[in-house]
C-alpha cells in the first residue's frame, strides 16, 4: 500500500511539474502577425509591377515579354525585392495576397530562406481566382490547413443582390482564402486569411464583398462561440468601418465577436496619420486589416497589442504597405 502511494505521488508531481514547464513556456509569449499584399507577384501578370497595363495589347510589349527567359528574369527580381522586404518585418506568421501559383509561392520561400530568414511552414490556397491570384501563409510556428472537401478554401456560398433597385441575384463562393490552425499562448488559433473582392466594381462588386463577409463570419464563429482564438487576416479591400468589415466583426449582430487592432487606441499615437495601407489617387485607406477575437486580448498584458505599418515605396515590392500586429500575451 505505501508502494502504490509513493508511486502515486511520484506521477502526480511528476505531472505537476510538467504543468508548471508548460505554462513557463508560453508564459509572456510575443508574437507578430503581419498581412502584406505582395502586388501580382504572379510570373505571367508581373509585368504589372513594371508599369504596364495588366492585359499586354502593344504587339512591341508582347514581343518584349515573350522573349526567352525575360519574364522569368523579371520575376526572379520582383521575388528578391519582395523577399528583401519581407525580411524587414520579420513576422512570426505572415499572410500574403496577390501572390501566384505553387511555383511562385516556392520561389518567394526559396529567396527568404536563402537570405537567412527561413519559414519552415507555409501553405497556399486552392484558388480558382481567374487572375491566378493566391492567398498564401508562411509561419516560423507549425500550422496545419483545414481541407474542405479536398480543398484549401473557405467553404460556403452566399447570395448577394446585383442591383439596389432589382430582384436579380447572384451568388459568390471565397475562393481567395483559407484556414489553418496553430497553437498560440498554449491555446488552438484559428486563423482566416482572405483576400476579398476589389474596390473598383460598383455597387456588384460592393455586395459581393459583403457576400464573402459573410461567408468568413459564419465559418470563425463556432471557434469564437466555444472560447478559442480567432484571427481574420488580410486584404479585405474595405476601410476600418465600411460595411464589409462591420459584417466580418459581427457589428451587424448585438454585439461585436473581433477586434479592429487599427483603431487609434492600437497605435502609436504619434504615427496614427501613418496607419494606411493603400493609396489609389491620392486616397490613403486602410484596406488590409488583421481582427482578433476577444479571447485574445482577454491574455494579452495591458498595452498588449501593438499595431503598426511599415512604410515603403519601392513600386516593384508592391503598391501596398504591411499591417502589423505585435501581441504580447501574459
Known sequence: MKTRLKNLFIVLTACFLVAIVSDFAFAGQKVRIATFNCEFLINNKVHVKYGYPYTLKKLADKDLWNQTGYRDQKFLEAVNAVSGFIRTINADILILTEIGDTDDFDALSAALSNSGLPYPYSELCDSSDPTGQHVGILSKMAIQVQNYDGKKIIPGRETYLLELD????????????????????????????????????????????????????????????????????????????????????????????????????????????????????????????????????????????????????????????????????R
Open 166 to 329: 432589382d430582384a436579380d441575384e447572384a451568388d459568390t463562393g471565397l475562393s481567395k482564402g483559407m484556414h489553418v490552425t496553430f497553437q498560440l499562448n498554449n491555446k488552438t488559433a484559428h486563423l482566416f486569411a482572405v483576400h476579398l473582392k476589389s474596390e473598383r466594381d460598383g455597387h456588384e462588386g460592393d455586395a459581393q464583398r459583403i457576400a464573402q463577409a459573410s461567408i468568413v463570419r459564419r465559418n470563425y464563429l463556432p471557434f469564437v462561440n466555444q472560447g478559442d482564438y480567432v484571427i481574420v487576416a488580410g486584404d479585405l479591400n474595405d476601410g476600418r468601418s465600411q460595411p464589409a468589415l462591420r459584417r466580418i466583426r459581427g457589428l451587424d449582430d448585438i454585439w461585436p465577436d473581433l477586434i479592429q487592432t487599427g483603431l487609434d487606441s492600437y497605435f502609436d499615437k504619434s504615427k496614427l496619420s501613418e496607419r494606411w495601407t493603400y493609396e489609389y489617387k491620392g486616397d490613403r485607406n486602410q484596406i488590409d486589416h488583421i481582427l482578433i477575437s476577444y479571447s485574445i486580448k482577454n491574455d494579452c498584458k495591458r498595452g498588449g497589442i501593438d499595431t503598426s505599418v511599415v512604410s515603403q515605396d519601392n513600386s516593384l515590392v508592391s503598391d501596398h504597405r504591411p499591417l502589423i500586429v505585435d501581441l504580447d500575451f
